[in-house]
């Protein structure tokens, strides 16, 4: 069976293998850290272990419940930010076919709210839902995340006026702490339904847990081939050998890069429908990796769109980049370029030639060209767009992530700057102090 896989011979002539050896030292250090829980972090790193971060009775659960909402709902409302958000929507975006809520028959209609503090946004999203049968699931440990527990208050208090305060009870699903903070007390006190978010795994690392599972089981996708890929990759990512280990190789890669200035990372995607995974690829790193004055930027492109705007300041700007391909193997789709007979636009040569392929070319012309023109490139391959390899894949980066901060000497599992702009916005808007 093929597996999610990472390939680097563009990056000869600026990391060696001597390098990479002398790196590859210190990763042998932290790979024992990590087993022996004795990290910066370590308190937070549940997420290594998949098949302990949450079990059978756990899925079960979450997948029953998944059945009942798409059987009884029109609308399904996740309400979350950051790691409460990402990482499902990735994976819908990912999994399921482009444009699938303007499908008739699909059901219910996935929908994200809560990531941001939009009066327009949450506006059109209740037009939109007016009429419709909804269930919510409000995504925060605390549950005082104000972006979430804003729109949370509104969507509640939209819920009253359209079931009756007696029957929202059986609408709304938290997922939370399991022990403590408003959203446990209010599910507690209002009898909602709940899943746990466990102690030791923090948001952007949360995907394979409920936080992420039941979104993206709602929206009919299998959870258990993705846990399967996670698990799967969790033994790969273990093994003690830089050749062996994907994620071992591409932190140790990164690592060489950013100490010859390569500070910017562009994640470099040739499909529309990893958008959001490179979204919840640019949270993971920047959160993981921006501490002391210190880590790799991360960006993203979507080619070839981007090659038409940014591309120029890829091939020809300041020297400080180097870029990660991220592409799928097999579509599901086959299209091939028509023959014209006026041949107006020049394109007979490409006649009978599959619109993939084209895009495949572009891509190795695009990795060539940029290395090239001074950008050292990667490149990470999914066979096809399945739940197992992209749960392959949520390891891979997950993992590389552990590595490549902890490398950069900070803890890689908190996010203390986080905090700056909270206190800030709550002094501007007078948040009474405790």
């Known amino acids: 069976m093929k597996n999610v896989s990472f390939q680097s011979k ?56 998944a059945k009942d909402i798409r059987k009884n709902c029109d609308v399904f409302l996740s309400l979350g930010i950051g790691g409460s958000y990402l990482g499902a929507k990735a994976a819908v975006e990912f999994l399921k076919p482009n444009f699938f809520n303007e499908f008739k028959n699909e059901r219910p209609k996935i929908y994200f709210a809560g990531q941001n ?25 605390s549950g005082t995340t104000t972006e979430t ?14 079931y009756g305060k007696k029957k929202v009870k059986d609408k709304i699903i938290c997922t939370t702490d399991k022990r403590e903070g408003a959203l446990r007390r209010m599910a507690k006190e209002q009898g909602y339904k709940s899943f746990p978010i466990p102690d030791d795994i923090g948001g952007r690392f949360s995907v394979l847990t409920a936080v992420g599972l039941l979104p993206i089981a709602c929206a009919g996708i299998d959870i258990k081939g993705l846990l399967e890929g ?16 994907p994620a071992y190789k591409y932190a140790a890669i990164r690592h060489v890069l950013r100490t010859k200035g390569k500070t910017i990372e562009i994640l470099s995607c040739l499909q529309p429908s990893l958008r959001y995974v490179a979204e919840w690829w640019k949270q993971l790193f920047g959160e993981s990796e921006g501490k002391k004055g210190k880590g790799i930027f991360p ?20 020297r400080n980049l180097f870029e990660t391909f991220l592409i799928v193997d097999n579509l599901n789709a086959k299209i091939s370029i028509p023959r014209d007979k ?31 023109g001074g950008v050292p490139n990667m490149t990470v391959s999914i066979p096809k767009r399945t739940p ?28 203390p700057g986080v905090e700056a702009y909270k206190k800030k916005m709550f002094k501007l808007l007078g948040k009474p102090k405790k």
């Not at 527990?149 to 359209?162: M, N, Q, S």
């Not at 996670?230 to 280990?245: H, T, V």
């Not at 940014?310 to 091939?315: A, D, F, K, T, V």
Request: glycine fraction near 6%; include cysteine; charged fraction near 25%.
């Open 117 to 141: 503090l939009s009066a327009d946004y949450l506006s059109d999203l209740l037009k939109l839902i007016r009429g419709r049968r909804i269930i919510v699931n409000v995504i925060s440990k």
């Open 299 to 318: 960006v993203s492109c979507e080619f070839s769109t981007d090659l038409h705007s940014l591309g120029q300041m890829i091939q020809e700007g300041r």
């Open 149 to 162: 527990a804003a729109t949370f208050r509104v969507i509640k208090k939209y819920l009253e006026t359209l």
């Open 230 to 245: 996670a698990a799967d990759f969790e033994k790969k990512c273990n093994i003690l050998n830089l050749e062996q280990n």
């Open 342 to 372: 006026a041949n107006l636009d020049g394109l007979n040569y490409l006649a009978g030639r599959d619109i993939e392929y084209i895009n495949n070319t572009a891509y190795q012309a695009s990795a060539s060209a940029h290395y090239e």
């Open 10 to 65: 563009n990056v000869a002539g600026y990391v060696s293998s001597q390098e990479l050896k002398s790196v590859f030292s210190v990763i042998k250090l932290i790979h024992e850290a990590l087993i022996k829980k004795e990290c910066p972090g370590n308190d937070s790193i549940g997420w290594l272990n998949v098949d302990s971060t949450i079990n059978k009775e756990l899925v079960k659960d979450i997948d029953e419940t």
């Open 388 to 415: 197992r390899y992209l749960g392959q894949l949520f390891y891979f980066f997950e993992k590389t992530t552990a590595i490549s901060g902890l490398l950069l000497g900070v803890n890689p599992f908190d996010q």
